[in-house]
């Protein structure tokens, strides 16, 4: 390997290093328990209580992390876009932290009449709901955006090379859904007058189950994207 070659490889793996130490952080942020150990079996019970939303909010940090993982396989090389397209994933993903915690715990309250403890509580109504949805999904669709981004530059980077770009053009296909949901469920609780019925405020977090269509609509795409080649 040249020295260049070492140099490059030191230099993904310092980048890494550091995005994995940074989303790390992230999850010490949603420690269900707070900063404080439990002295009694009471606040023992309490912080228990917050495992479901940390869980979900567990999953949804792990799912972005695994995004800048499998980046790196398409992209081996230290590249200053790929650098910085990184950095700002980890940027994004400290502001994701809050508006995702206030979500779940939020809702996982509210499911359970009360039950399973919140630090979050809608005080103002329609337009605390209007506030939490649009920064969570900007938020949600930055992340993915990025990562759309960064797969993106490993195909224009492997279609440089002369290699097959397919893998990375599939990636940035898969990112792209849920940028675009985020996007929309932003738009939506923005749009939403706030007369509407509660009901309607459900709309902008439904709209995620639209995440399921990615192996539809992706499949659909690698076929005719085949039969096109």
Known sequence: MSLIGQREGIEAGRLDAFVDGAFAFTLTLLLIGGSSIPDSTDKLLLMLGGI??????FFHIAFFWHGHVRWRRRCHEATTT??????????????????LHMVF????????????????????????????????????????????????HAARRAGRAGFDTLGA????????????????????????????????WALPGFMYALLFLIGPVVSRFNRRYGQAA
């Open 52 to 57: 479901p939303a940390f869980a979900v909010c």
């Open 82 to 99: 790929g650098r910085w397209l990184s950095l700002l994933l980890v940027f994004f993903a400290m502001i994701f932290v809050y508006p």
């Open 105 to 152: 715990a939020g809702l996982f309250n509210g499911l359970s009449a009360g039950r399973l403890p919140s630090d979050f509580h809608l005080v103002g109504g329609a337009a605390d709901m209007r506030t939490l949805f649009a920064c969570y999904g900007l938020a949600y669709a930055c992340m993915a955006g990025t990562l759309t981004a960064l797969f993106g």
């Open 169 to 200: 053009r599939r990636e940035m296909r898969v990112w792209s859904v849920p940028a675009v949901i985020g996007l929309a469920s932003a738009l939506v609780a923005l749009l939403l007058p706030l007369s509407a019925p509660g009901w309607m």
